[in-house]
């Protein structure tokens, strides 16, 4: 009970303090103890101090006087290896399940810092341990591993440090604000695209309308994140200039639907298979729908389109 109070204590005034994307260690956010190996040095500082005292050995007495001024010296150039540091936490890319998502920090020194690690309360896999930064700014990645789909705070970030000789743990936190996905880990199925008619309903009605030369009523130029299956290759033969067809009734447009009711296997099973679906329709140009249990995403195409699916597929 009384752990529980203390550790919830403990929590908000970390949260007070280091709720941030960025921060810089001053003296009010940089916590210093002895490490296990500097309270054993401790340890046997005291000892050679008993003994010294008992045989009236002033050598021996002298040892532990040193040992104990070592350590205390080893505090202070612990605190400063780490004061003035500022660690910004610029992104977390989302990916897919059992790959890795990448933390993007830039590290900005005041002064060399030696030994610096980061942490992480949860995730599973950290890459980023005894580095040495000079001065400069730099950008380090650190790699996460997730196992499982979903939407994730980026959490609780520990950045810690043993130097000098191993005998001082110096640490502080940073709570960022950032928000990653952890897709659903594609299984490699057959892409069976339904075509519809996207109506005012969001079921639409089957049509058998065909991207023909003669059905369009103008030109436009090509721009990013259209379907590469309305560029007129005629036109782009003739001029070199990429354009796409416009057809007659914009109120209706085809749309390929990747509907989840309509695959097989399990739910995580289904939204793998619908995980590659999207990745593969984004590559053979389709403009596409996705239709979940509980949210339809409109005929789109394009990375940010691939992304939405990609983030619904997580969440579902």
Not at 112 to 130: A, G, M, R, T, W
């Amino acid at each position: 009970m009384i752990s529980g109070a203390y550790k919830g204590w403990l929590n908000n005034i970390i949260a007070k303090k280091h709720s941030s994307n960025s921060i810089t260690f001053s003296h009010d956010n940089i916590y210093v103890v002895p490490s296990k190996s500097g309270f054993l040095f401790l340890f046997f500082a005291l000892l050679n101090f008993v003994i010294g005292i008992n045989y009236q050995n002033n050598l021996i007495l002298g040892v532990s006087y040193l040992m104990l001024m070592l350590q205390i010296s080893a505090l202070f150039y612990g605190y400063m290896n780490l004061h003035g540091l500022r660690i910004e936490l610029l992104d977390i890319t989302s990916n897919f399940a059992g790959q890795h998502n990448q933390a993007k920090f830039r590290i900005t020194p005041s002064s060399d810092v030696f030994s610096l690690n980061i942490y992480h309360s949860e995730f599973l896999k950290l890459e980023f341990q005894n580095k040495h930064f000079s001065t400069k700014a730099h950008n380090q990645v650190i790699k996460l591993l997730m196992d499982k789909r979903g939407k994730y705070q980026s959490g609780k970030f520990k950045i810690q440090s043993s130097y000098p000789f191993g005998l001082v743990n110096v640490w502080s936190y940073l709570l960022p604000d950032k928000v990653f996905y952890v897709y659903p880990a594609p299984i490699k199925c057959e892409l069976e695209i339904q075509s519809t008619l996207e109506a005012d309903t969001d079921t639409g009605v089957k049509s058998n309308r065909t991207d023909s030369f003669e059905d369009f009523s103008s030109l436009s130029k090509y721009q990013k994140g259209m379907s590469k299956n309305r560029i007129s290759w005629r036109h782009f033969a003739k001029s070199q200039e990429l354009l796409v067809k416009d057809y007659e009734g914009e109120e209706q447009s085809i749309s390929h639907v990747l509907d989840f009711h309509k695959v097989e296997g399990s739910k995580e099973t289904k939204l793998s298979k619908l995980s590659y679906q999207v990745i593969e329709a984004d590559k053979q140009g389709h403009e596409f729908a996705l239709r979940l249990p509980a949210i339809y995403i409109k005929m789109g195409s394009g990375d940010v389109h691939v992304k939405a699916c990609l983030e619904a597929l997580s969440e579902c």
